[in-house]
């Protein structure tokens, strides 16, 4: 009796402990779904507090629409017409008597830049005056042979020698006097007998005044070149296309341009005149883009620059570079979770049973909930860049446009934490 009392007691102790066992190994099976789930949930979003933000310079815009896949990158400088381009010379050769401007000096077409002294320019005035007076006597013999001739009471060879002699002198009187006037010598003045050794050189263009290579007392000739002047009021640009877009380009498309040295600032303009010959060796043609707008910014010839030629009409989501990032192959932007989304995360981690002290103390301080959102790239110009999200983005959602990095990092920590 004794005996199977002991044995029913010891198999119904195994029974326990099995049956304990058993519930032991399930509720931990619950516990591992339970855990995965939550954090399943959890790697949904990554959460950034105002704070972070802030410290490291997180900002947030919207995916605008850019017109970059239909445009032809290229690059030149600034340059102005030869027209608004002139070297001051003198007609004569001399010496540099006064310098009446400094470089950098606006002056006026007309305006005297310069004296030059010559003494063989009063010979000049000489010859004038002599052939003056010489040309009224030529004059009055013509007139009366020609009275002469038409009463038949002169010789027809004597008329025709004064009437030759009189337009030769006229013909030789009109080509010093022109001379004369290209000096900026008064043909009256010197015809009252007002000789000058001294001439005006003037501008030939308004402009500004560059480079002065002489100075008081320099000796120049014909072919020397005082100073020049250039006029920055029609600069426009010279670019670069190469031969495989060159058929894309046309005259009247607008082109976008980035000053290099100038802070990356932005100017717009206009194609109006394309080459029709390679330059050297590079196969590249030069094409104009007059300038529309300046913006305020001082426009120099030189000034180098980096345009995209709008070659079409096609408009593409883009976002600023500092928004996309790769992990693992592919790329990323950060879109901000909204309220109502929020809230409902929320209520799922609640009912998930994620209620510990640390989150109570979480929801204290505010916080900006991201999701990762996948995209594919195109083109990048002009620090934007052209993005395909897989997956819908709702209209004018909030994207992380600086710092999407930091955001990308608390998504890497996370995981690490949870291994």
């Known amino acids: 009796m004794k005996s199977i009392n002991i044995k029913s007691i010891i198999a119904f102790a195994l029974f326990v402990v099995a049956i304990g066992f058993t519930s032991c190994k399930s509720g931990n099976k619950t516990e591992t779904k339970e855990t995965t789930k939550v954090e399943e949930t959890h790697s949904e979003t990554i959460e950034v507090s105002e704070e972070q933000m802030k410290a490291v310079g997180i900002e947030l815009g919207t995916i605008e629409m850019k017109n970059l896949n239909s445009v032809v990158k290229s690059s030149g400088q600034l340059e102005v017409p030869p027209q608004n381009k002139a070297d001051v010379n003198s007609l004569v050769s001399g010496i540099i008597k006064k ?14 830049v310069a ?17 003056k007076k010489e040309f009224v006597y030529s004059e009055q013999e013509y007139q009366r042979q020609k009275e002469l001739n038409t009463k038949s009471a002169g010789t027809g060879k004597v008329f025709q020698q004064a009437a030759s002699k009189y337009e030769t002198d006229k013909a030789r009187l009109k080509g010093i006097e022109t001379q004369l006037q290209q000096l900026n010598i008064s043909p009256a003045s010197v015809a009252n007998g007002n000789f000058v050794n001294q001439i005006p050189i003037t501008a030939p263009i308004s402009g500004v005044i560059g480079h002065i290579p002489i100075k008081t007392g320099s000796y120049i000739d014909m072919q020397t ?3 020049d002047i250039v006029d920055n009021s029609q600069v426009h640009c010279d670019l670069q296309v190469y031969e495989k877009d060159l058929f894309k380009v046309k005259n009247g498309q607008t082109v976008e341009f980035i000053l290099s040295n100038q802070n990356n600032k932005q100017i717009t303009g206009t194609i109006y005149g394309i080459n029709q010959s390679f330059e050297n060796e590079n196969k590249s043609v030069i094409v104009h883009a007059k300038i529309n707008n300046t913006g305020g910014i001082k426009l120099l010839p030189g000034m180098y620059v980096s345009a995209l030629i709008n070659v079409g009409n096609q408009t593409v989501q883009a976002v600023p570079v500092d928004a996309v990032v790769s992990a693992e192959g592919k790329q990323y932007i950060f879109m901000v979770v909204d309220e109502e989304s929020e809230g409902k995360e929320k209520a799922e981690k609640k009912e998930a049973g994620e209620k510990s002290e640390k989150n109570t103390e979480a929801k204290a301080e505010k916080h900006i909930q991201f999701k990762k959102i996948e995209v594919t790239t195109g083109v990048t110009e002009l620090g ?7 997956e819908e983005i709702p209209k004018g959602a909030r994207i992380a446009t600086k710092g999407a990095f930091y955001v990308l990092s608390k998504t890497s920590g996370g995981k690490e934490e949870e291994e």
Request: charged residues 15%; glycine residues 4%; without cysteine.
């Open 99 to 112: 310098i009446l401007v400094l470089e950098g000096n606006y002056v006026r077409q007309g305006q005297t």
């Open 115 to 131: 004296i030059l002294e010559n003494t063989d320019i009063v010979k000049l005035q000489q010859d004038y005056l002599m052939l």
């Open 225 to 227: 070149s005082l100073m």
């Open 384 to 390: 934007y860049i052209e993005i395909t999200p897989l």
